[in-house]
T-cell receptor, first 113, second 115 residues
Framework: AQKVTQAQTEISVVEKEDVTLDCVYE???????LFWYKQPPSGELVFLIR??????QNEISGRYSWNFQKSTSSFNFTITASQVVDSAVYFC??????????FGTGTRLQVFP | DAEITQSPRHKITETGRQVTLACHQT?????MFWYRQDLGHGLRLIHY???????NKGEVSDGYSVSRSNTEDLPLTLESAASSQTSVYFC??????????????FGEGSWLTVV
């Protein structure tokens, strides 16, 4: 069975702090893909990143970075120098042998000025 | 630009009524999905389709049905709406052919309240 766990229900930080959102996954598939989506207060789901199981290189995109570690089945997301506009619910998701996405329960990030 | 649209965006209905949520995508994607989002559960898969005339049950399919008569549309029907189906519904689509490699794109969501 596939499962995604986001243990942090809610995180609050002050602007300019760094924050890491944790994601732990379970799958028996040898080939799989991991995703992060952002859901701002307006409600839409915004695609952030997709990583495949064969590529463990960390990725950086501006203030966002992702740390994929197969040894611990984790795909953590770090926001550097957080901003108020980063306030949102962030979902980690897993897709294995099909196109179906299995989502975690999400982490609500609140960034205060 | 290609897109995926849902309608209605907001609806209030009464218990027992049949409700249909529309989903239309112009990406020409073969794969389409319906998810519901509830507090504490994240997004859960209701039904999905890999092409015309293909439909499959997801994790929480009871009380819902879908049909796929063309590539662009996957309407979601609540046969007899229940209060437990009050939720936000997201339609999504992706390309086919390479399994899990494809990014799934989501519509803006439909807020359904069953009273």
């Amino acid at each position: 069975a596939q499962k995604v766990t986001q243990a942090q229900t809610e995180i609050s930080v002050v602007e300019k702090e760094d924050v890491t959102l944790d994601c732990v996954y379970e799958t028996r598939d040898t080939t799989y893909y991991l995703f992060w989506y952002k859901q701002p207060p307006s409600g839409e789901l915004v695609f952030l990143i997709r990583r495949n199981s064969f590529d463990e290189q960390n990725e950086i995109s501006g203030r966002y970075s992702w740390n994929f570690q197969k040894s611990t089945s984790s795909f953590n997301f770090t926001i550097t120098a957080s901003q108020v506009v980063d306030s949102a619910v962030y979902f980690c998701a897993l897709s294995g042998s099909t196109d179906k996405l299995i989502f975690g329960t999400g982490t609500r990030l609140q960034v205060f000025p | 630009d290609a897109e995926i649209t849902q309608s209605p965006r907001h609806k209030i209905t009464e218990t027992g009524r049949q409700v249909t949520l529309a989903c239309h995508q112009t990406w020409n994607h073969n794969n389409m999905f319906w998810y519901r989002q509830d507090l504490g559960h994240g997004l859960r898969l209701i039904h999905y389709s890999y092409g015309v005339q293909d439909t499959n049950k997801g994790e929480v399919s009871d009380g819902y049905s879908v049909s796929r008569s063309n590539t662009e549309d996957l309407p979601l029907t609540l046969e007899s709406a229940a209060s437990s189906q009050t939720s936000v519904y997201f339609c999504a689509s992706s390309e086919s052919g390479t399994g899990a490699a494809n990014t799934i794109y989501f519509g803006e969501g439909s807020w359904l309240t069953v009273v």
